[in-house]
Each structure stands twice: as structure tokens, then as C-alpha cells.
């Protein structure tokens, strides 16, 4: 159905930036949103940031002004770039995808297979 390729991720000191990207890519008939979400030790699994086909964009108020999320509609490939990161970042970072693949009927949400991101001194 649909595959990712999830990168970008890491260890780094507080303050610090990271880029995420994920690429996906198969049976991919029509893409309504791709957005990112992330699970911390302990928690349930939150929504971070959100691109939908038209361009418009949404944050978590954790994040707002200091993530931005992109994409390269013609790759499928959606990024988040992370500056002013905190502790409280600490997760494994999601890809999501939202969208119609040729081998399922109707919208389904499909989940790259995260990417660990680490924000320590």
C-alpha cells in the first residue's frame, strides 16, 4: 500500500535544531494531509503539525513558533523542521499520511515507522 522512508533523526543538546523528513511512496492514489506525530515515554501518542493538500498548515501549541512542516507534493515527501528544541521533545517522531491508495476503498490514515529524536545536554 504505502511504504516511508523516515529520517532525520537524532541526539541533540537543548537549543538545537534537527530536519525530519519522510518520503512515501506505493499505491498512493490521492494525498489529503500528511502531518507528523510523536509518542514520549509514558504518553500517549500527539499530534505535532499537519500539512493539507491546499497548503494550509497547523500546529500544536507545544510547537507553534518553533516547527515549521513542508513538503515536496511532487515526491510525496513531508519534512518538519525542529529548532529551539526543548527535553519535553523527546519522542519518536511519526509520518502520517492521509489520503486513497489503489488497493483500499475510501480515506485511510497510513504511519511511517517513526524516527527517534533525543533532546539532552
Known amino acids: 500500500q504505502v511504504q516511508f522512508v523516515e529520517s532525520g533523526g537524532g541526539l541533540v543538546q537543548p537549543g538545537g535544531s534537527l530536519r525530519l523528513s519522510c518520503a512515501a511512496s506505493?499505491?498512493?492514489?490521492?494525498?489529503?494531509?500528511m502531518g507528523w506525530y510523536r509518542r514520549s515515554p509514558g504518553k500517549l501518542r500527539e499530534w505535532v503539525a499537519l500539512l493539507t493538500s491546499d497548503g494550509g498548515t497547523n500546529y500544536a501549541d507545544s510547537v507553534k513558533g518553533r516547527f515549521t512542516i513542508s513538503r515536496d507534493n511532487a515526491k510525496n515527501t513531508v519534512y518538519l523542521q525542529m529548532t529551539s528544541l526543548k527535553p519535553d521533545d523527546t519522542a519518536v517522531y511519526y509520518c502520517n499520511l492521509r489520503g486513497t491508495v489503489a488497493t483500499k476503498v475510501g480515506v485511510d490514515d497510513y504511519w511511517g515507522q517513526g524516527t527517534q529524536v533525543t533532546v539532552s545536554s
Open positions: 506505493g499505491s498512493i492514489l490521492s494525498v489529503l494531509a
